[in-house]
């Protein structure tokens, strides 16, 4: 049975689980407006359902509960900030909107994140630009949990990327990916009901095709979405949100989930492109919602009535979940009551 | 069978057919040192064979044998190039140029191009920017070839999309790829051997993913790469290439090879990031070279010996065709055979 909570309780109760495991409310409250915003769009796996895993990482020691991300070194195009294993959501917060800041003056900005911690759901900060009038990118690092082509094992990390731009009358296009061809999630799911899947999904102990899940992630990975093609992107976000900014890079990032001990060492990277520099702004936002009519209004294949631009049902979902409360998933209203009981503190339902 | 040209010869024989279809000398250079790179790089799709197409198109005025590509509107960090339908290679080289050297000044730049043609393939761009220690992207929209999820037809491109990232001892990372699942190329190969597909390659005339090659491209459409990820950066490649330079979009970008006598509208776009202005360019360069060891000593697949980073096939096959010629295949050979028939030069192998 799933549960319907408002935004404001349920990011309430994020903010007092947070101050409750050490973080000040303000920082807290930033963190929350990304879970929850992350859970109106109907995205769980990277919303509140992640509470108690990031409270007992930060209990282990793996985020530092209490760092305050700095700006290390800048220009008036670029910045790089020391996310000192805060919360990635404080790190990546501070960063678009600097590179926000930066492209203002400057057209074009670049800003990344060293040392810094699972930042949820990379769409949440490219929204931040688009909100702002510019074309946001938000790309991670992650923890080895992909194979590459011709080999075996965890290799590089299924590296999130994401962009937002800014429209006229719709909502901005949004498009939040891991560059796995599916989801960990979504395995872990299938895992519990005992299916099995497709054989682009999973590579066995071998490193080879395989349509059992097994020992997975113990032995076996995942696979690259679009094979050699999802294993070079991941090497341009492993060399832009990694290598450039100082971060850790392939084996050097640890999993925030299964080493809760150990900094991550992620790297972030954001880019903002402030259009209306470049052309009228309502030319591009125009432009851009015909591009957007042009897609929806494609002839449909066969048994398909609507055809979605990217973000749309995000935003559909938001719009349900502001209005009418977010329906939480077991699992994850589950979670959150379990969590509430450890800090005492209470969730509503709407 | 195949012959071997030697990179001289082939580069002479194309300035020769370049300039014999009404090209100045230079331009006809700037032209052939894209398409004979492509070649050695074994992308034989995107290279010389493809010359006898851009002279055609060019005699029915699709590209403009003569216009002079114009920069329409500049920033520190950006301009915007209309290319007046010249051949692409050289709006899209003087785009990738001036962004570098923006970059230089700046640390990112972004760069445009209108009213432009094909430009070839996307690598050779990105790649000028990583000679000159610099990320480059590269990405262009395309006439529409590819279906959509919940769609049937043609709606967008299969946008391709490059980077190139400078090194230390190795050859620059780079990968380029167009975002349909697989390249038209190959799907039209397999349909003159009469083979059958995967589903994950085509649509049929309702837009269901089918094992048939049927009618394609006239009816039915290319899938793009991993589903609504490879629709979604073709999306972004639109905006990026189309939306913001003032190019076509969508149904307004037209085919040059099906539509010669129309201009066709492409557009693209250029990002240099001068990762030297960042962080010392040694460290950076250091450490790009340890995430390609690091990815190349992973452990193996079964019936693996080798592991491959993005790019290092093309840079091997460039090695040898430098040594030793580039050995063309027979439908690329016949082709320029026909073409120096027409325009009375000779093709001379090694």
């Known amino acids: 049975m799933s549960k319907r909570i408002s935004v404001a309780e349920l990011t309430r109760f994020s903010v007092d689980a947070l101050t409750g495991a050490g973080m000040t409310p303000s920082d807290a409250q930033t963190v929350a407006d990304v879970l ?58 501070l960063a678009m909107n600097l590179a926000i800041q930066k492209a203002q003056e400057n057209t074009i900005a670049w800003v990344g994140v060293r040392n810094g911690s699972h930042f949820g759901a990379a769409g949440y900060y490219a929204t931040m630009a688009a909100q702002r009038d510019m074309v946001g990118i938000a790309m991670s690092n992650a923890d080895p ?14 590296n999130p990327i994401s962009y937002a731009v800014p429209t006229g009358s719709e909502h901005p296009l949004m498009l939040d990916i891991a560059l796995s061809a599916v989801a960990a999630g ?15 999904w999973l590579t066995d102990a071998d490193g ?10 113990q032995t076996g990975s995942m696979l690259p979405m679009a094979g050699h093609k999802g294993y070079g992107i991941a090497v341009l976000v492993e060399v832009l949100a990694g290598v450039l900014t100082g971060a850790g890079v392939l084996s050097g990032v640890k999993s925030w989930v299964l080493q ?33 009519q042009e897609l929806r209004q494609a ?39 379990r969590l509430g009981q450890q800090l005492g503190i209470e969730l509503q339902a709407a």
Chains 1, 2 share one sequence.
């Not at 895993?53 to 793996?62: D, L, N």
Request: charged share 20%; glycine share 12%.
């Open 208 to 217: 080879l095709p395989t349509c059992e899940i097994g020992e997975w992630p």
């Open 299 to 337: 002839p449909k294949a066969k048994g398909s009535d609507r055809i979605y631009v990217p973000g749309e049902m995000e935003w559909a979902k938001r719009e349900d979940a502001l209005k009418n409360g977010i329906e939480l998933p077991d699992p994850v209203y589950a979670s959150l009551e």
């Open 145 to 158: 949990n992909m194979v590459i082509p011709g080999a075996r094992g965890h290799v590089i990390g299924n």
């Open 36 to 93: 929850v915003t992350t859970d109106t769009w109907g995205t769980f796996s990277h919303g509140t359902g992640a509470l108690a895993t990031y409270i007992r990482t930060m209990g282990s020691g793996g985020i530092a509960r209490c760092a305050k991300p700095e700006v290390v070194g800048e220009g008036t195009a670029w910045a790089i900030v020391d996310g000192h294993c805060a919360m990635g959501m404080l790190s990546s917060s």
């Open 260 to 292: 809760p001990e150990e900094r991550s060492q992620l790297g972030q990277a954001f880019i903002a492109i402030n259009v209306g520099a470049i052309v009228p702004l309502r030319e591009f936002t125009r432009r851009v919602d015909h591009v957007i």
């Open 186 to 200: 979504k395995i872990f799911a299938m895992k519990e009901q005992g299916q099995s899947i497709p054989p682009s």
